[in-house]
Every structure is written in structure tokens, then in C-alpha cells.
């Protein structure tokens, strides 16, 4: 009696299935590392937007604030989503007549908590001294004519 031959096995050996779900594996974790960086990202971004967004509110309601007074003692705008930017201001002269050097914080209540300095220069002849206004032009000029001297 002759041993019957089968044909070889075309199956996958179990080393073999352990390697692919390996790499899959791998595969898998850096994809999903890609994604959240991805919405990470995106959140990151969404956030420096609202911040900036917030920070240009702030700035027209500092603008259009007429009354020195009250630009230093601050002010408050609320937000439709029930946030609050809150706002600091400290005003310093300068050397040059009517201008001012103007250092803003803004402060966000609410949801995502934030704050923002910066240093803005305004020009606001309301809120010159017209004593110093005088002298301060007075120096400039002075200033301009020892330039243009040969």
C-alpha cells in the first residue's frame, strides 16, 4: 500500500499571523499618534484664534474709549457666549507731544481662561498737558534741527 501525498498547504503559518497583526499593530498606533496630532493642531489653532479675536475686541473698545479716567480704571466686554473680556490699561507718556505709550492686559472669563499683554502707542492730543504738549514739540524740533545741521 502506497502513502497517499496531499498537496502542500497553502495556509499561513502562525508565526507568519503574529508578524502581520504586529505590523498592524504598529501601524494602528501611528496613525492614531498622527490623528491627534492633527486635532491637536486644530485646537491649538481654534484657541489662538479666539485669543486674537478677543485681543482686537478689546483694542477698539480701548480706541474708542474718549476719557484718559476711565481707559485707566479698565472696563468689561461681555460675549455672546457668556464669557467676559476683562481689561487693564496703564497709560505712560512719551517724548514726542500727544503721544502715548499705552500697555493693555486682556483677561478672558470664562470656558478657556486666557490673558494677553501687549504695548499699543495712541495718539491723543485730548489728553496732553498743553504746558508739556508745548515743550515736548519744542524738543523735537530742536532734535530735528541738530540732525539737519552740517
Not at 492614531?32 to 485681543?55: H, P, T
Not at 480704571?73 to 476683562?86: C, I, K, M, R, Y
Not at 502707542?121 to 504746558?131: H, K, N, T, V
Amino acid at each position: 500500500m502506497k502513502a497517499q501525498s496531499y498537496p502542500p498547504s497553502r495556509a499561513f503559518t502562525l508565526v507568519e499571523v503574529l508578524v502581520s497583526l504586529a505590523i498592524f499593530a504598529l501601524a494602528a498606533v501611528a496613525l492614531s499618534a498622527a490623528y491627534l496630532n492633527v486635532l491637536n493642531g486644530y485646537r491649538a489653532r481654534d484657541q489662538q484664534r479666539a485669543i486674537e479675536q478677543g485681543w482686537d475686541l478689546a483694542r477698539v473698545a480701548v480706541f474708542s474709549e474718549p476719557d484718559r479716567d476711565n481707559l485707566e480704571e479698565g472696563g468689561t466686554v461681555n460675549l455672546p457666549d457668556g464669557g467676559s473680556l476683562a481689561w487693564e490699561a496703564r497709560i505712560e507718556p512719551t517724548n514726542l507731544a500727544d503721544l502715548f505709550a499705552l500697555e493693555l492686559t486682556v483677561t478672558h472669563r470664562g470656558e478657556s481662561a486666557w490673558n494677553k499683554t501687549g504695548r499699543l502707542m495712541l495718539l491723543r492730543p485730548a489728553w496732553s498737558d498743553p504746558g508739556d504738549r508745548d515743550r515736548l514739540r519744542q524738543e523735537s524740533t530742536q532734535r530735528l534741527e541738530r540732525t539737519r545741521a552740517p
